[in-house]
């Protein structure tokens, strides 16, 4: 069974300061994609970088960069020159690869606060 | 390109009414699949679908039923509601291939009272 673990309470940044938001997975499958997934005031969800458990290097997109450690089972996403529009829940979420059980499981999310 | 479509946004119910909360995409996605959003519990996947006539159980199923008779949409009906299904309810698709990102609609705040 997949299982996606974020553990950490709140969390606070200070305007453009980096933050790191801890994510880990369980699953017994080789082949599997990590996801962020941004969820501010307003309610929708935003999609915000890709991870594949295969690829060579950790993902980037623009000021976010996710922090894959196999062996670990950790995939960490971090922001880099936080902005006041950072602040909102992020949840982290694995799916694995193909077949009719290529469900998205999500994380408890975690709650950012960004202070000016 | 509308993406993914929900309706209603908001519904209030009373304990044992039935009602169909409604999701469409028109982006020719296999996968569809409804979520609920609780506090402090992240979002659930109630049931999923990976084409059209095929459904499966996600992890809290009970108390919804779900049917795939197209690819567009994918309709999540609550038989009898209770107070404990109130929450957010989010729809979402993609593609099958999992390096594809999951499209969400707006989702849809229920109450039952």
């Known amino acids: 069974a997949q299982k996606i673990t974020q553990t950490q309470p709140g969390m606070f940044v200070q305007e453009k300061e980096a933050v790191t938001l801890d994510c880990t997975y369980d699953t017994s499958d080789p082949s599997y994609g990590l996801f962020w997934y941004k969820q501010p005031s307003s309610g929708e969800m935003i999609f915000l970088i890709y991870?594949?458990?295969?690829?060579?290097q950790n993902a980037t997109e623009g000021r976010y960069s996710l922090n894959f450690q196999k062996a670990r089972k950790s995939a960490n996403l971090v922001i880099s020159a936080s902005q006041l529009g950072d602040s909102a829940m992020y949840f982290c979420a694995m799916r694995v690869f193909g077949g009719a059980n290529s469900k998205l499981t999500f994380g408890k999310g975690i709650t950012l606060s960004v202070r000016p | 390109n509308a993406g993914v479509t929900q309706t209603p946004k908001f519904q209030v119910l009373k304990t044992g009414q039935s009602m169909t909360l409604q999701c469409a995409q028109d982006?020719?996605?296999?996968?569809m699949s409804w979520y609920r959003q609780d506090p402090g519990m992240g979002l659930r996947l109630i049931h999923y679908?990976?084409?059209?006539?095929?459904?499966d159980q996600g992890e809290v199923p009970n108390g919804y039923n779900v049917s795939r008779s197209t690819t567009e949409d994918f309709p999540l009906r609550l038989l009898s509601a209770a107070p404990s299904q109130t929450s957010v309810y989010f729809c979402?698709?993609?593609?099958?291939?999992?390096?594809?990102?999951?499209?969400f609609g707006p989702g849809t705040r229920l109450t039952v009272t």
């Open positions: 979402a698709s993609s593609r099958m291939t999992s390096r594809y990102e999951q499209y």
């Open positions: 982006m020719n996605h296999e996968y």
């Open positions: 679908s990976v084409g059209a006539g095929i459904t």
């Open positions: 991870q594949g458990s295969y690829d060579q």
